[in-house]
């Protein structure tokens, strides 16, 4: 289903999961790392194109991965999780 959605829009999904069964651990951010090469080894990235998503356990992750890596990441997706007022 994934794969004739994403080849008729021209996108590359990959996807990574953490040893930890709850929430993304500080370690998995490499391995986010080495992902994104492989694939821009693979592949020509958009770099416009290029986005992250957190969902539950790993939202926390996927926002700082987003804005501490902001060279290889232009959009960040998060879901299940609440949205807290700042101040």
């Not at 929430?23 to 994104?36: F, M, Q, S």
């Not at 821009?40 to 992250?52: A, C, E, M």
């Not at 926002?63 to 609440?82: H, K, N, W, Y």
Request: net charge positive.
């Amino acid at each position: 289903r994934w794969r004739s959605s994403c080849e008729s829009r021209q996108l590359i999904l990959a996807g990574y999961k953490s040893a930890s069964a709850n929430r993304w651990l500080p370690a998995d951010t490499e391995k986010v790392v080495e992902i994104l090469d492989e694939l821009s080894r693979k592949f020509t990235l958009d770099p416009d194109r290029v986005v992250i998503h957190g969902a539950g356990g790993s939202v926390e992750l996927a926002r700082q991965f987003a804005m501490e890596r902001r060279d290889r990441v232009r959009g960040l997706i998060l879901s299940g999780t609440p949205i807290v007022a700042l101040g």
